[in-house]
């Protein structure tokens, strides 16, 4: 099963990939996750992205091509792969296609995940990660269970984006709005576009998402 979590920062793309992943086995593929970990490395990629993402825009096509490539070579996406963030622009969607034609796979849904902006920028500027597992809070709306306390591996460090502010959440929306928006009409016309609503709480859009998943076996 090979799926895509299109929607804005903040829609639920990245916690609704790690459910899929622990539940069905399927591969969360996020390009941001890859650009912070080449962040962090301090690679090649990594020294390329960090002023891009820091100011909100678009890492270059070919930089997120060729990450995504070698990502697709390792042998445990067999199962299938939840790509989030990813495509983001009609040329990364029209490269999917065909690296996913060259593997003899195709995409079976894409999931567009709707919430308002005002929304957005409040969960995002709550949001923060577990250091250690990369398990996704917010400050508000999913609390750990102990505070200060990783529920999925007891750490008790935990980090915020850089990119995580205000002011880069706006520039993100509008890039968003502009470069990535029209990918909704491109997998519509596909027939391959699926809707739900993510301003409901966290496990009611896993249900919904389950709905979809359904629906496609039938
Ligand atoms: P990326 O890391 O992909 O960030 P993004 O798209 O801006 O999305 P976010 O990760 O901010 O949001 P999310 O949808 O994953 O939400 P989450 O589940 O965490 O990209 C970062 C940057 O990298 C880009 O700006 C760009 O520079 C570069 N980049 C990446 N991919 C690229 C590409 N393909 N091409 C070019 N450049 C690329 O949820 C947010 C918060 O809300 C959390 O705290 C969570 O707990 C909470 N929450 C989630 N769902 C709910 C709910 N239903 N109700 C209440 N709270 C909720
Ligand atoms: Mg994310
Ligand atoms: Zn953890």
């Given at each position: 099963?090979?799926?895509i979590?299109?929607?804005?920062?903040?829609?639920?793309?990245?916690?609704?990939?790690?459910?899929l992943?622990?539940?069905h086995?399927?591969?969360?593929?996020?390009?941001?996750d890859?650009?912070?970990?080449?962040?962090?490395a301090?690679?090649d990629?990594?020294?390329?992205?960090?002023?891009?993402?820091?100011?909100?825009?678009l890492?270059?096509?070919?930089?997120?091509?060729?990450?995504?490539a070698?990502?697709?070579?390792k042998?445990?996406?067999?199962?299938?792969?939840?790509?989030?963030?990813f495509?983001?622009?009609?040329?990364?969607?029209d490269?999917?296609?065909k690296?996913?034609?060259g593997?003899?796979?195709?995409?079976?849904?894409v999931?567009e995940?709707k919430?308002?902006d005002?929304?957005?920028?409040?969960?995002?500027?709550?949001?923060?990660?577990?250091?250690?597992?990369?398990?996704?809070?917010?400050?508000?709306?999913?609390?750990?269970?102990?505070?200060?306390v990783?529920?999925?591996?007891?750490?008790?460090?935990f980090s915020?984006?850089?990119?995580?502010?205000?002011?880069?959440?706006?520039?993100?929306?509008?890039v968003?709005?502009?470069?990535?928006?029209?990918?909704?009409?491109?997998?519509?016309k596909?027939?391959?576009?699926?809707?739900?609503?993510?301003m409901?709480?966290?496990?009611?859009?896993?249900?919904?998402?389950?709905?979809?998943?359904k629906?496609?076996?039938?």
């Amino acid at each position: 099963m090979n799926l895509i979590l299109l929607g804005p920062p903040g829609a639920g793309k990245g916690t609704q990939s790690k459910i899929l992943e622990e539940k069905h086995g399927y591969k969360q593929l996020s390009t941001g996750d890859m650009l912070r970990a080449a962040i962090s490395a301090g690679s090649d990629v990594g020294l390329k992205a960090k002023a891009i993402m820091d100011r909100g825009d678009l890492v270059s096509d070919d930089v997120i091509l060729g990450i995504v490539a070698e990502r697709l070579g390792k042998p445990d996406v067999s199962n299938g792969v939840v790509f989030d963030g990813f495509p983001r622009t009609p040329a990364q969607a029209d490269a999917l296609d065909k690296m996913l034609e060259g593997r003899g796979q195709k995409l079976d849904a894409v999931i567009e995940m709707k919430v308002d902006d005002e929304v957005l920028v409040k969960r995002i500027s709550g949001r923060f990660t577990c250091a250690k597992c990369g398990k996704g809070y917010h400050d508000e709306f999913a609390k750990p269970t102990a505070a200060g306390v990783c529920d999925a591996c007891g750490s008790l460090e935990f980090s915020r984006r850089p990119d995580d502010n205000e002011k880069t959440v706006r520039d993100r929306l509008q890039v968003y709005n502009k470069q990535t928006a029209p990918l909704v009409d491109y997998y519509h016309k596909k027939g391959n576009l699926h809707v739900v609503d993510g301003m409901a709480d966290i496990a009611l859009v896993t249900v919904a998402i389950e709905n979809v998943l359904k629906g496609l076996k039938a």
